[in-house]
């Protein structure tokens, strides 16, 4: 076992050896579990009447929590229904580098911080009749920090405009007024 980078060697019998993931979190790392009210916090074997309510409960849950949420991975079964289904922490895995992105150094891009940590948290839903979703595993602990509730508004999962404030951001936009005076007359 490689203390430093959590990972398992595993040799074989001709002598070279497989790095493996250990899914356990490591104990010298700090790891950071989400506060909020129990009947908000998913549990193993919890139904769902639709993708869209298990969505929308996630989100309320990371909402109160102080996390953002992104939509994972998901399988589809023949007559495409979705049969898995993975909704996750906003930070999870690392971000790939493109390849264009490293070769061609005339080319401008806006510079963004990479918010990506590694984290595991997430759900994961299982189809276990007709439209009904089961969550079948759940990883609550983050390993990074959570945003304090005054901030949790701006989180990208939780930004939320209006169908009126579209249409007057959409009316200042045609009569040439920027985003930010469009915003100071909302």
């Known amino acids: ?17 497989t790095p493996k993931k250990n899914t356990t979190i490591p104990l010298f790392s700090s790891s950071f579990t989400p506060e909020c009210d129990e ?16 969505e929308k409960f996630y989100k309320a849950y990371a909402h109160q929590s ?8 998901q399988k589809k079964i023949e007559n495409k229904v979705v049969r898995t289904k993975r909704f ?25 911080t990479d918010t990506r ?5 997430h ?35 939780n930004r939320r405009v209006s169908e009126r404030a579209k249409n007057t951001l ?3 936009h045609k009569a040439s007024i920027g985003t930010s005076q469009a915003y100071r007359l909302l």
């Not at 102080?66 to 991975?73: A, K, L």
């Not at 940590?117 to 948290?121: E, H, P, R, Y």
């Not at 276990?128 to 079948?136: A, M, Q």
């Not at 595993?137 to 509730?149: A, D, F, K, M, Q």
């Open 88 to 112: 996750m922490c906003s930070r999870e895995g690392f971000k790939s580098k493109d390849i264009k992105e490293i070769n061609d150094p005339l080319r401008k891009r806006r510079k963004q």
């Open 123 to 157: 759900i994961f839903v299982r189809l276990c009749g007709e439209n009904t979703y089961k969550i079948d595993s759940w990883i609550e602990h983050h390993v990074h920090g959570l945003v304090s509730p005054d901030k949790r508004h701006l989180i990208r999962s």
């Open 117 to 121: 940590c590694g984290c595991d948290a």
């Open 1 to 17: 076992m490689d203390p430093i980078n959590n990972i398992q060697m595993h040799m074989s019998p001709g002598g070279f050896s």
């Open 66 to 73: 102080g996390f953002g949420v992104r939509i994972g991975q």
């Open 170 to 172: 959409y009316t200042c």
């Open 39 to 54: 009947h908000l916090k998913p549990k193993v074997g919890m139904t769902f009447e639709g993708l869209e309510a298990v």
